[in-house]
């Protein structure tokens, strides 16, 4: 089943979401906020065109289901997220609901009656950068997220999560370790489209790819690097220079990442804040202060727990080389999603007998997709075709290639569900 039909509405959405998060040069739709709110808002215009049902969970996460004939059957859930990183694009996350939103309405129109529940999510707080913690939303949803969450504070209005939750309509008391608070009944599985992260998909000259995992995360916001300021004329071997030490962390960090992609281990890392403390630092002295951030990843457990350890000698070997002490800082992790192999299959059927060319590809990216993965819910995620990167002001997904995305996912309900 195509979605020719659909395509004009999806571009129309697009639109309308660009308008919703404009803030040049990019897009910014605030997690727990007014413009959040708003593309939520977007969605529940549509589903009650679809007349779907309508409902939120205690963290404000928004739930539209097509009610099926056994309502007592294991549902699909589908979905993805609205929110945005600072002066981003417009397709990371919201890509994903329009998705499932273009394939409801297809089936929809051409009489088709699922046999149980399809809900399509729409998750809070995806990005990590609201509140130095990501996939909040689904982490909320399934019971996994972690005890000190709530009181952390969003970084541009200095409120905690509790207090954001409340101002969009959710209540933070319900949320605790171990309580679901999605959809009652079981889940079959959870589906997701993304845009892809990396040019993959753009090399290859392909729309979509069949997703095969997705990579774990450790994360280390404020990683503290403490030496001892002093004059600039002081003599090396008597410094405790603590900028440099930053430097030599960050270039044997990268030499790990070397060694690890020449041994065919896929990994990745990030330094994304790399920086001497601003109220103090001048030209002539001696930083003796120095914070980075480092983001650690890898597709399988095992091997993202060893590069863990690695950090740890890296870590103790520049701290003794350079004089200084370094304070990791509060540690965040994000599990490793592997993607359920008859899903993989199913999908790229379904792609193929609509004539959509697809290849198997890893994600490189975190997604709400690996938080139902780690919880043991048959995950499946379709990557969409997209230049330039993401979370940056220059996504570039052609809305055909989110119609294909939308297609898959309408042939492979019309066969499965």
């Known amino acids: 089943m195509t979605l020719a039909a659909e395509q004009p509405r999806v571009a129309a959405w697009l639109g309308r979401l660009a308008a919703i998060g404009a803030d040049?040069?990019?897009?910014?739709?605030?997690?727990?906020?007014?413009?959040?709110?708003?593309?939520?808002?977007?969605?529940?215009?549509?589903?009650?065109?679809?007349?779907?049902?309508?409902?939120?969970?205690?963290?404000?996460?928004?739930?539209?289901?097509?009610?099926?004939?056994?309502?007592?059957?294991?549902?699909?859930?589908?979905?993805?997220?609205?929110?945005?990183?600072?002066?981003?694009?417009?397709?990371?996350?919201?890509?994903?609901?329009?998705?499932?939103?273009?394939?409801?309405?297809?089936?929809?129109?051409?009489?088709?009656?699922?046999?149980?529940?399809?809900?399509?999510?729409?998750?809070?707080?995806e990005e990590a950068v609201w509140f130095g913690l990501g996939l909040i939303g689904s982490r909320a949803a399934l019971g996994i997220l972690p005890p000190d969450a709530l009181d952390r504070r969003r970084a541009d209005t200095g409120m905690t999560l509790a207090e954001h939750i409340a101002r969009c309509g959710g209540d933070p008391s319900a949320i605790a370790p171990g309580r679901r608070l999605l959809p009652e009944g079981p889940i079959r599985c959870f589906l997701e489209a993304h845009i892809e992260q990396a040019p993959s998909l753009l090399e290859a000259g392909l729309p979509l790819a069949i997703c095969t995992g997705i990579p774990g995360n450790i994360r280390h916001a404020a990683i503290r690097i403490v030496g001892e300021d002093a004059h600039v004329g002081l003599p090396r071997r008597f410094r405790r220079d603590a900028a440099l030490a930053g430097a030599e962390l960050f270039a044997a960090l990268d030499a790990l990442w070397a060694a690890e992609d020449a041994a065919g281990r896929a990994m990745a890392l990030t330094v994304g804040r790399f920086h001497t403390d601003t109220a103090k630092h001048e030209l002539t002295v001696v930083a003796g202060d120095f914070t980075l951030s480092l983001d650690l990843r890898a597709y399988d457990a095992a091997h993202l727990a060893a590069l863990e350890q690695r950090l740890h000698g890296i870590v103790s070997d520049v701290a003794a080389r350079r004089g200084v002490t370094i304070d990791l800082g509060p540690r965040n992790a994000a599990p490793v999603g592997p993607c359920d192999a008859t899903l993989q299959r199913e999908l790229a059927e379904a792609a193929a007998r609509l004539g959509i060319a697809t290849m198997p590809l890893g994600s490189p990216a975190s997604h709400d997709a690996a938080n139902f993965a780690a919880a043991g819910i048959p995950t499946g995620l379709l990557l969409i075709r997209n230049a330039h990167g993401s979370h940056n002001p220059h996504e570039a997904m052609d809305t055909p290639d989110l119609m294909a995305a939308a297609s898959v996912f309408s042939e492979w309900l019309r066969v499965e569900a």
């Open 24 to 125: 040049p040069p990019g897009i910014t739709r605030h997690a727990f906020d007014d413009r959040e709110n708003a593309a939520h808002a977007l969605a529940i215009e549509d589903a009650e065109r679809l007349g779907l049902e309508v409902t939120r969970d205690a963290a404000a996460n928004l739930y539209l289901t097509w009610p099926g004939q056994d309502r007592a059957a294991p549902r699909v859930m589908l979905g993805s997220h609205f929110d945005s990183v600072r002066h981003g694009g417009n397709f990371d996350g919201a890509a994903g609901v329009l998705a499932a939103l273009a394939a409801v309405s297809a089936l929809r129109a051409a009489g088709f009656a699922p046999r149980a529940d399809i809900t399509i999510a729409a998750f809070r707080c």
